[in-house]
């Protein structure tokens, strides 16, 4: 960002440009609360830094979680295949 350009994205739209997605799947993610939003009376807005912020951090949690074995649902991982014996 540089020192003219406005920290604030107003809107589904915007915030969709900002990250790569479409205005329908950040209205679902902001209703879901899965992303950081904040309204200025009706308008959906968000902030760069926050966004980029937040990104930072939904990447960390991942790594930690690849380190801990876990799946996206926090289950192990399995390493090996499963054998199932024939009764």
């Known amino acids: 960002m540089t020192l003219h350009e406005p920290d604030i994205l107003t809107g589904h739209k915007a915030i ?3 990250l ?6 950040v209205a679902w993610h902001d209703e879901q609360g899965n992303i950081p ?16 912020q937040w990104i930072e951090d939904q990447e960390q949690a991942r ?11 926090g ?9 199932h014996e024939k009764a």
Not at 20 to 25: A, L, S
Not at 37 to 52: D, E, M, N, Y
Not at 75 to 83: E, F, L, M, V
């Open 16 to 18: 969709a440009r900002f």
């Open 20 to 25: 790569g997605m479409t205005p329908r799947q």
């Open 37 to 52: 939003t904040f309204k200025i009376g009706r308008t959906v807005c968000a902030r760069k830094s926050t966004l980029l």
């Open 63 to 73: 790594r930690d979680e690849r380190k801990k074995g876990l799946n996206d649902k």
């Open 75 to 83: 289950a192990k991982y399995c390493t090996k295949p499963q054998r």
